[in-house]
T-cell receptor, first 114, second 115 residues
Framework: GESVGLHLPTLSVQEGDNSIINCAYS??????FIWYKQESGKGPQFIID?????DKRQGQRVTVLLNKTVKHLSLQIAATQPGDSAVYFC?????????????FGKGTHLIIQP | DAGVIQSPRHEVTEMGQEVTLRCKPI?????LFWYRQTMMRGLELLIY????????DSGMPEDRFSAKMPNASFSTLKIQPSEPRDSAVYFC?????????????FGSGTRLTVV
């Protein structure tokens, strides 16, 4: 079946630099995308979402970009901090979110170097 | 709000034994999901309920797995008999429509080890 996947398993950045985590999806019917952060020993935590009628959405220190033409999603984290170290997952849903299950990518481990 | 509560946090059992994982969703959430996380396969949806009724169990790996939701505040995921390949972290999540993924909350998971 179609799935959501990530380009890089591990990303190492210097504290204070910006981080970009990428995600490719293959299901053209996907209309809602979400980024989650998972810290060690915890469940995934919502970061930011975007619907398919948008190409950019900003939150606090985070920006999600959606390119529907190439089916690509990215998460940008500005001025990364030690607390940003975690595994980041993209996920997609075809029902607008919350009404049925999410399909997750494999995850990217973000490591912040001091 | 205590969030989604799962128990136990860790479970070690011998192959062939029955394992029961428990979940208490957030009050007022009418959707409940069970996910399994492994290094090889990532996060996979096993089953989800709406208003205590199972809606989609196509992700349940085989008949050894069963899930129930006897009321709005409690759900169980049972594996009988357990096998070493069932070792994983099992997450429960709950949500309510209209809030998108913002209202989709995961518990802290149960780490299951089958030896």
């Amino acid at each position: 079946g179609e799935s959501v996947g990530l380009h890089l398993p591990t990303l190492s950045v210097q504290e204070g630099d910006n981080s970009i985590i990428n995600c490719a999806y293959s299901n053209s019917a996907s209309d809602y995308f979400i980024w989650y952060k998972q810290e060690s020993g915890k469940g995934p935590q919502f970061i930011i979402d975007i619907r398919s009628n948008m190409d950019k959405r900003q939150g606090q220190r985070v920006t999600v970009l959606l390119n529907k033409t190439v089916k690509h999603l990215s998460l940008q984290i500005a001025a990364t901090q030690p607390g940003d170290s975690a595994v980041y997952f993209c996920a997609e849903n075809q029902a607008g979110g919350g009404a049925d299950g999410l399909t997750f990518g494999k995850g990217t481990h973000l490591i912040i170097q001091p | 709000d205590a969030g989604v509560i799962q128990s136990p946090r860790h479970e070690v059992t011998e192959m062939g034994q029955e394992v029961t994982l428990r979940c208490k969703p957030i009050s007022g959430h009418d959707y409940l999901f069970w996910y399994r996380q492994t290094m090889m396969r990532g996060l996979e949806l096993l089953i989800y309920f709406n208003n205590n009724v199972p809606i989609d169990d196509s992700g349940m790996p085989e008949d050894r797995f069963s899930a129930k939701m006897p009321n709005a505040s409690f759900s169980t995921l049972k594996i009988q008999p357990s096998e070493p390949r069932d070792s994983a972290v099992y997450f429960c999540a709950s949500s309510t429509p209209g809030q998108g993924a913002r209202g989709y909350t995961f518990g802290s998971g149960t780490r299951l080890t089958v030896v």
